[in-house]
């Protein structure tokens, strides 16, 4: 049974992401319905009401499969790791070894992801960063759902292949989800979002790799919004010297 609810858990989340994005997309395309959709959009109550329902999606749906899946997702393996477990001097041990990895990894992923965005803006075809005004709470929230989902789409698969080909199965998992997104792939054609859509794609392979090392959803989420968080920071103050450091695209 544990087996079978597994990927009913799984093969679910991703058929509902499948249609909700279709269908959305469906609707935004169609006249009749976009300006209904915009002027939803520009209310209040949208993005709070909208921030809810991912968060819904992401994280209250791994949550549930763990407590009502019948083992259908195995806490250990998510990467819901102790503080301190029964021997407290082996998890402190463990915890460091962790870290390091983890900041590791996340300097590593920092570097390139710096360097590809700083070449990019000074040769023009980067328009201003889609989310540099973000704040640092929904930074955060953002880097709970992505990495708790992420890790959900990893588990099944670990259980039947072994950590490392069932980690890197999850992200082809993670990257089907995001191929069959309409409002994934627009994004990536215009200026101003494909660094969002490109950065995502990055934290979801580095994500893997933190949890190949380190199997710690906490490290992966707190590497993820930070750096999220320090992209953004940078960004605003590139956005500012703009004018007098970006050449003007013809």
Do not use: C
């Not at 965005?117 to 880097?143: V, Y």
């Not at 709970?144 to 069932?166: C, D, I, K, Q, S």
């Amino acid at each position: 049974m544990a087996e079978s609810e597994r990927w009913l858990w799984l093969g679910g989340s991703l058929l509902l992401a499948v249609i909700a994005t279709q269908v959305a997309w469906w609707l935004w395309r169609r006249e009749k319905s976009r300006t209904t959709l915009e002027r939803a959009v520009r209310s209040p109550f949208f993005a709070p009401l909208y921030q809810l329902v991912w968060l819904l999606y992401t994280v209250g749906l791994p949550i549930a499969a763990l407590i009502a899946g019948h083992d259908a997702v195995v806490a250990r393996l998510l990467g819901l790791q102790p503080l301190v477990g029964l021997d407290p001097a082996a998890s402190w041990n463990d915890w460091a070894r962790d870290v390091g990895w983890a900041v590791a990894l996340g300097a590593a992923a920092w570097a390139v992801l710096v360097a590809g965005w700083r070449a990019t803006w000074r040769s023009g075809r980067l328009g201003r960063p889609e989310g540099a005004q973000t704040p640092a709470w929904a930074l955060l929230l953002a880097a709970v759902g992505h990495e708790t989902h992420w890790a959900f789409y990893r588990n099944a698969p670990v259980v039947v292949l072994g950590p490392y080909w069932g980690t890197w199965a999850g992200l082809g998992l993670i990257a089907l989800e995001a191929a069959l997104n309409p409002w994934w792939r627009s994004d990536l054609r215009e200026r101003e979002r494909a660094p969002q859509a490109l950065l995502r794609a990055g934290l979801a392979v580095l994500s893997a790799a933190i949890y190949l090392q380190t199997t710690n959803l906490w490290l992966a989420v707190l590497v993820h919004w930070l750096i999220t968080w320090g992209l953004a920071a940078w960004a605003r103050a590139l956005a500012e010297r703009a004018p007098l450091t970006r050449p003007e695209v013809p």
